[in-house]
């Protein structure tokens, strides 16, 4: 790893730690950002996750090989020294470059799925909540039904089709699987949302349902949904990296935190290395996300509101 790549990596700390302090500055002007950033792993969990992110944005540059060389195939499992900050695999690839590579994938993958699953999550909760009877009645008893099923079954089935998922329809399947909790808090939210004057205007002057439901009901629910999507990417990360681990997710050779683990798990006893710093990143971002939505939940809880 030469002078280049280092600079590389402190210059993703300094960025994180400028996003912190902007984003500091610009929530203290207000009361909710505040009470965010009174939440005591509020700024370590912003920083940790923002450092995450500039190393998947900067991987070319912080990674001193591509991700899928084999740089000594008659000496793998070298421990970490100056040249191999993380060590190598036993496929003699460095493990600091398969996770900065492997934070695109993983972070990637989180972010995408977590973004399908609260969309259709928030359509299904608010047309359950806001129109009730037999659409409520339909709608919600889809959701425990799907909810009933487990979701490993849903993969199985998956895998059995395609020999290895594409990236984007794994994407789809933890998405398309993961909108359930979504959709029940969505629902509730508009339930009580519903009855507001604001609504009763709007629907006094001829506005349809479409433009309610959007424009006047969805935004003022925008809370909860926050922070349950701040939550469920955590949870859609461990979810990712358990199937890489199994083989149902991200195929190797392609870097996924959750397969780095896997093609470590054998050498654990002499070369603990390899399996080692891929769980602590997911750990590490895991917790800055829960951090983070703890954060969110009170400072967007309206029960916090001052007068």
Do not use: C
């Amino acid at each position: 790893m030469n002078v280049w790549n280092w600079l590389a990596v402190g210059g993703a700390a300094v960025v994180a730690l400028a996003v912190v302090t902007e984003t500091r500055r610009r929530a203290l002007q207000r009361v909710r950002g505040r009470r965010f950033f009174r939440h005591p792993t509020a700024a370590p969990g912003v920083f940790v996750l923002a450092f995450f992110v500039m190393i998947a944005l900067a991987a070319p540059l912080v990674a001193p090989y591509p991700p899928y060389v084999q740089i000594d195939v008659v000496h793998p499992d070298q421990p970490p020294s100056a040249q191999f900050p993380l060590g190598t695999d036993p496929l003699s690839r460095d493990v600091w470059s398969r996770l900065a590579y492997g934070a695109r994938v993983s972070l990637g993958i989180g972010a995408l799925a977590m973004m399908v699953a609260v969309t259709v999550g928030a359509a299904v909760g608010a047309a359950a909540g806001y129109f009730r009877h037999w659409v409520d009645a339909v709608l919600m008893r889809l959701v425990d039904v799907a909810l009933a099923m487990p979701r490993i079954f849903v993969f199985l089935m998956a895998v059995a089709l395609w020999e290895h998922l594409p990236l984007g329809l794994l994407v789809l399947l933890i998405g398309l699987t993961g909108w359930f909790a979504t959709s029940r808090l969505v629902r509730a939210e508009v339930l009580s949302l519903r009855e507001r004057e604001y609504v009763a205007a709007a629907r006094a002057l001829g506005a349809g349902s479409g433009r309610i439901i959007f424009r006047h009901v969805l935004p003022n629910a925008a809370a909860p949904i926050i922070v349950s999507a701040a939550l469920g990417i955590g949870n859609v990360m461990l979810l990712e990296a358990g199937l890489s681990f199994l083989g149902l997710g991200v195929p190797s050779p392609v870097p996924s935190w959750g397969n780095m683990i896997a093609d470590g798990m054998p050498k654990m006893a002499v070369a603990p290395w390899s399996a080692t710093f891929p769980g602590v990143a997911i750990s590490l971002v895991v917790m800055a996300l829960n951090a983070i939505g703890d954060a969110l939940r009170d400072a967007l809880d309206p029960r916090k509101e001052g007068p």
